[in-house]
């Protein structure tokens, strides 16, 4: 069974471009996270979504950041204008319905912001 | 200036070993622990699982001991392998089945095992 499939997996731009960072959870999962690890920060929750809806944007940094959901086999998570603090590895992770259940990661993507 | 980033606990044990990573989790209202191991260069890879209505789970090689009235929970990894050294990390459940499924994550554990 294919995973949680994020996309790209490496991503190097110059400051001040727009980023958009792609993420397919696995199929019937119904919530959905976006995740930044750091060496300073560890990992971090930015938002996660259930059945396509925002439930919490808390930890979304700044307006820079945006995350959408279209529909339940695609997420985006988009960063404009970048900047280079905002270099880290982003995850997504899925889970199916309801509580007590494991979030099943994808491989991340490395961003690298020049 | 300098760049102060997080230091995680490490654990080093020779190859058939049996190794013990803990956790001191956050909340008492949590119900649901999760233990993850991190190799470099992908995502956080699920371990093994324990609701709060047990205190031992038990899979291949793992077992999860979750103490609820000092709130520590611990992996143990029996005949510890070259291929078992990662980044562990545990995560718990705070808000039960209205929670959608959000974790709350430890810093992790760096486990290096030597042949």
């Known amino acids: 069974d294919a995973g949680v499939i994020q996309s790209p997996r490496h991503e190097v731009t110059e400051m001040g471009q727009e980023v958009t960072l792609r993420c397919k959870p696995i199929s019937g999962h119904n919530s959905l996270f976006w995740y930044r690890q750091t060496m300073m920060r560890g990992l971090e929750l930015l938002i996660y979504f259930n059945n396509n809806v925002p439930i919490d944007d808390s930890g979304m940094p700044e307006d820079r950041f945006s995350a959408k959901m279209p529909n339940a086999s695609f997420s985006t998570l988009k960063i404009q204008p970048s900047e280079p603090r905002d270099s880290a590895v982003y995850f997504c992770?899925?889970?199916?319905?309801?509580?007590?259940?494991?979030?099943?990661f994808g491989d991340g993507t490395r961003l690298s912001i020049l | 200036g300098e760049s102060v980033g997080l230091h995680l606990p490490t654990l080093s044990v020779q190859e058939g070993d049996n190794s013990i990573i803990n956790c001191a989790y956050s909340n008492s209202a949590s119900d649901y622990f999760i233990w993850y191991k991190q190799e470099s260069g992908k995502g956080p890879q699920f371990i093994i699982d324990i609701r709060s209505n047990m205190d031992k789970r038990q899979g291949q090689r793992v077992t999860v001991l979750l103490n609820k009235t000092v709130k520590h929970l611990s992996l143990q990894i029996a005949a510890t392998q070259p291929g078992d050294s990662a980044v562990y990390f545990c995560a718990e459940n705070i808000g039960g089945g209205t929670s959608y499924g959000k974790l709350t994550f430890g810093q992790g554990t760096i486990l290096t095992v030597h042949p």
């Open positions: 992770a899925s889970s199916p319905q309801g509580g007590n259940q494991p979030q099943h």
